[in-house]
């Protein structure tokens, strides 16, 4: 039986030109400034992304998802931005990459413009103003035109990012009397780096000390300049959004379901952790770095991060790496994506040449390379039946590493979806399953039901 749901929340969608601008900055200041405010705040992050939604969690402790219009697509995107939303006053959204930048260089397409138009969201612009006065506004005008949406600009906003308190007010006033836009507020340069880079992004929040008294920093400088009485209104502008929906409910099969969650393993789309509850995954999170066995479940799943930091400790914990290779030799069924992989096989070797031996479950030793081994969203199909998936079935993915192995597998076959490459990967041992591509289980429910019901 079909019916019809409403997401009707105020909502904003963070945007930059590009990467690097400031988003996830001014995301969490103004997230921390609502919810000082007395503001519920929903947060949901643009794309693939794991880490930044952790910093969202961080500041608002409650979970941040992810609007993934490649993995879930429009029907889907809109059905997680109604569960985020349930009992919230406002949503912020950060952006992916910039504004108009999407699966390829020839498509918008599962961009942050994209997301905007299918969720009638609007968006605020941040610009990186550093070494720049008049300049911005031939850029924002750039940005207004390229994205307007029937005649009318998804960009309704626009924050100051790096920019001189000497000229900010004279920019502003011109911003606001050329384009006929706000400025919503602005942050000057602040003095040394908040949140720094690695080869996958950012850090994760955990690795920032006091990272709260941080972000209050931001907010508090943020807070001086910023309309938010102007923010709300904008964000009162969203549209209201219709989903198809159904009662349907999702086969159960209650069982215990152990995943790894610490500093080494933490990269988790929030949907599939709702879909294996749905389903009657009882969840019980456990650390392959401090706990000494794995607990007493039925299944795990070991997702991805950062095992290559934290090689010496993994190594170390002797009894839980025999722990999990005695589940995996009795039959247990055992998922691993990107860092569980690694953490599955032979040995492991850091940016550094120390190599550290694993949990020996799978073929195979990995190491670091120079650049990234395969980036991006993929198509992925079963080559061979396994366990979880028959030949021909078909899933939705996202790779972004910069390990290799000397044995990544050949059950699936990943494909770039607006071109012709692929590869294969993904290991099959017993009941173990195991690759670089952090699979999106919504993308196929039997793969779920096969691993909870095995």
Not at 40 to 52: E, L
Not at 278 to 306: C, N, Q, T, W
Request: contains cysteine; negative net charge.
């Amino acid at each position: 039986m079909a019916f019809d749901c409403k997401v009707q929340i105020p909502r904003v969608l963070i945007c930059a030109p590009k990467s690097g601008s400031g988003k996830t900055l001014i995301s969490c200041a103004l997230m921390r400034i609502l919810k000082r405010r007395g503001y519920n705040v929903a947060a949901f992050k643009c794309g693939p992304d794991y880490i930044d939604p952790m910093f969202h969690k961080k500041v608002l402790e409650v979970p941040s998802r992810n609007l993934d219009l490649f993995m879930a697509g429009e029907e889907g995107v809109k059905k997680t931005l109604r569960a985020g939303t349930l009992g919230e006053d406002i949503a912020i959204i950060e952006g992916v990459m910039g504004f108009f930048d999407g699966l390829s260089a020839l498509s918008v397409e599962g961009s942050s413009h994209d997301l905007c138009k299918k969720t009638k969201t609007p968006a605020l612009l941040v610009v990186d103003a550093k070494g720049m006065s008049r300049s911005v506004i031939p850029l924002i005008k750039g940005f207004m035109d390229y994205g307007q949406d029937k005649g009318k600009a998804v960009i309704r906003g626009v924050i100051l990012n790096n920019i001189s308190p000497m000229i900010v007010r004279d920019i502003s006033g011109e911003i606001e009397k050329e384009l006929d836009i706000p400025v919503l507020g602005f942050l000057p340069k602040l003095e040394g780096e908040l949140f720094t880079s690695r080869h996958l992004g950012l850090v994760l929040p955990k690795e920032i000390p006091d990272i709260l008294e941080k972000v209050d920093l931001v907010a508090d400088k943020l807070e001086e300049s910023l309309d938010l009485e102007k923010l709300l209104e904008i964000a009162k502008e969203a549209g209201v959004l219709s989903i198809d929906s159904n009662d349907k409910t999702e086969d159960r099969v209650h069982t215990r379901v152990g995943i790894a969650l610490d500093e080494a393993f933490c990269f988790y789309y929030e949907d599939n952790l709702d879909l294996l509850k749905k389903m009657g995954a009882e969840i019980k999170f456990f650390s392959p770095i401090h706990d000494k066995e794995i607990p007493e479940v039925d299944r795990l799943i070991l997702g991805g991060g950062y095992p290559e930091l934290y090689g010496k400790k993994l190594m170390d914990n002797i009894s839980m790496r025999e722990s999990i290779k005695k589940a995996a030799m009795e039959g247990m069924p055992i998922l691993a994506e990107c860092g569980g992989f690694l953490y599955l096989q032979k040995s492991m070797t850091d940016i550094d040449g120390n190599s550290a031996m694993m949990a020996g479950v799978l073929e195979g030793e990995s190491h670091m390379t120079s650049k990234l081994s395969h980036f991006g969203y993929v198509n992925v199909t079963a080559l061979l039946d396994n366990p979880y998936l028959k030949m021909g079935e078909t899933m939705k993915g996202h790779e972004f590493h910069y390990y290799d192995t000397t044995d990544n597998g050949c059950f699936l076959k990943m494909t770039k979806p607006l071109g012709k490459r692929s590869w294969e990967g993904y290991q099959c041992w017993k009941n173990v399953f195991g690759g670089f591509t952090h699979l999106y289980y919504p993308s196929n429910k039997e793969y779920v039901k096969r691993f909870l019901s095995l």
